[in-house]
């Protein structure tokens, strides 16, 4: 099928039917399925005898599946101009070639962050969770200025004697916030980088703005060994950094593993967590993660899962136990997928969590294909704060309706096969994704005559 340019879709008043041989969303698969909208939303999606003959300005036949657009909770998007970095001189020197490459000029960054926009869009992506790095704000304002919905984490660095100057940047970008423009389904957060480069009075700063939160979390052993005993390589990397320790070289440290740690920052937020490799330590006793997934439910904290990214960088570590996404939905956590950055990815014209489901889907073959859709859009809704009904095929506002062409002999499971590029037959439509933008799309909505 050729691909539809996202904002030529149908007209905003029009009426369009879509039959296609299968729906997913995060409830339910249909097949065959009938997908009726108008003014760019969902009045109805269900067989095609249930749906019947209504009157529509246009037809359209989907030889494939249809889906609600997507959500990627955890990006780099100032990384994209770098392209896929292949990692076979070692992490080290890939590491380099990342830092070497970033943009530091703001033609450079609007440039890398306007090409992951595109990216995202091509790979059927209406929603994003973004880590701003530069403190220009830059990054963040090409995304407020973007087609996307979701928020643009503004990323701080602050640990020993620079954690006061990070905590003086946090309140002074929450006093002026009108730097950049947020609207409905786009808002500005907050990222203290990870545990072991800001201190726990970052954490605290970022969760009393009020605005949404996110960090990097349980990333590496050797992060847990710095919180939990102040030592080891990263003490040393911030040694070599200078200024991030205090004047004897040492950070105090809270004893805790990352997780606790987190779970302790006052005030309680839904943070938004990515990668989450690492919940336990071999060494720990045995309900430690058991406990820690169920601390984390109760927060409400979401977790961003990068599959591609963490088998790209070394995840599991030998000996280790692989992700543990799976526990993480039994025991009540929304696992949202995320791209983490395309130096990491092998999809240089693709930004997606549809790459990261076609990665996940041969390690969970017997996972229920809902499951992977609901990680692939609802999850990461939640986590950012939109309408999680925004990203189904239920009636009312939609964030977008893609179209993936599938072997239709097996259509759902073809969502996960090959390296088909969804087109959009509607959005993206950041409007559609904040929360209460239903209640004024439900009045104009029609029935089905
Ligand atoms: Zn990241």
Redesign the pocket.
Known sequence: MKPLEPTDSIPASGRLLVNATAAIDADRVVAPATVLLERGGIVAMDTPGAIGDPVVDRRLDVRGIVCPAMVNA???LDLTDLGPIPCDSGFDAWLGRVREGRPVSAEAITRAVQAGVRASIAAGVAAIGD?SGDRGLVAARTLAESALAGTAFVEFFGIGRRTDAAVAAIHRLDADPDRIRESPGFRLGIQPHAPYSCGPPVFVAAAETGRPVST?LAETPEEIRFTTSGDGPLLELLRRIGGMTDEAGAVPVSGRHPIDQLLEVAPRRPWLV??LNYPAEPEEAEDSRRRRFEALADAGITVAY?PR?ARFLGHPRPGRLGHPWRTLLEAGVEVAL?T??MPCLDTPDRLGPLDEMRRLRPEAPDLDPRTLVRMATTAGARGLGLDPGAFMLSPGPVAGLLAIETDPARPVEGLFEGTATPSWIVGPDRNATAIGSGDVADAHRGRIP
Do not use: L, Q, T
């Open positions: 955890h990006a780099h880590i990097h990515a990668h990068c990214a995320g983490d950055g």
